[in-house]
C-alpha cells in the first residue's frame, strides 16, 4: 500500500478501526535506533569480541558477514543456549543500544500519532527485539513514555523468545486483557509479521523504502505504508 487505492485506504481504516490495542515493534515504526551509531559496526565489535576470546568458529561465515547483531546473538545462543556467553553478549548489545538510543533519529509522524492515538482512548504497547531499557531510555527522550507503560516488551534472557516468536505479543495481549482480533501490529520487518500471524493479531507493515516494502508484501503483509502520516490524518477529527 505504499501506492495508496481506495481499497487500500479502506483496509486502513478498518485496521485503525478495530484497534483497541496497537502493537508497535520499536526500531522502524518508532525511530531509527541506529541512525547515528551504525548497526553494522555494533555486528562487526560483537564477531570481534568473540574472536578475540578464540571463538571465531562458532559462527559460520554468513553469520559473521551479516552485520546484523541480533543474527550474531541468536547464533551464539542457539550453540550456547543460557550461558555466561550468551548472557554477556547480550548485555553488550543492549549497552550499544543504550548508546543510539541517544542519536536515534524519531520516525516522520510517529510522536503526534502516539499521542494522538492515546488521547482517543487507544492503549499502546511495545513489542521488540531490542532491549527494554533502551525502549523506555529512548520514550523518555520524546516524553513518550506515559503513553506505553506499563506495556513495554522487549527482549528478556530467553532468546529464543524473539520475533518472530509471537512470545512479546501474547505478552501484550495478555497484560491489556485484549483478544488479537481486537489489537493491531505495527511493525517493519517480515520477522513483525511472522510474529503478528502467530499471534492472530492484525498487521500493518511500515516501510520506509521500496526495499523494505518489498520484503514486507513478499512476507505476506497486506496493508504497508510508506508512512505514518495516513494514520495520523484518519485518527484526527
Known sequence: MTAQTENDIQKLRELIARARVVLWDFDGPICSLFSGHSAERVATELVEWLEGRGLHGLLTEDERESLDPHVVLRAVDRRHPGSDLVTELEERLTQEELRAASSAMPTAYADPLIRTWTAVGSRLAVATNNSPRVVRKYLASRGLVSCFVPHIYGRTQDLQHLKPDPHCLN???????????????????????????????????????????????????????????????????
Do not use: C, W
Open 171 to 237: 505478552r501484550a495481549l495478555r497484560a491489556t486483557g485484549t483478544a488479537p482480533s481486537a489489537s493491531l501490529m505495527i511493525g517493519d520487518a517480515p520477522s513483525d509479521h511472522e510474529a503478528a500471524l502467530q499471534a492472530g493479531v492484525p498487521f500493518l507493515g511500515y516501510a520506509r523504502n521500496e526495499r523494505k516494502a518489498k520484503l514486507l508484501k513478499a512476507a505476506g503483509a497486506d496493508v504497508v505504508v510508506g508512512s505514518l502520516e495516513p494514520l495520523l490524518r484518519m485518527l484526527r477529527p
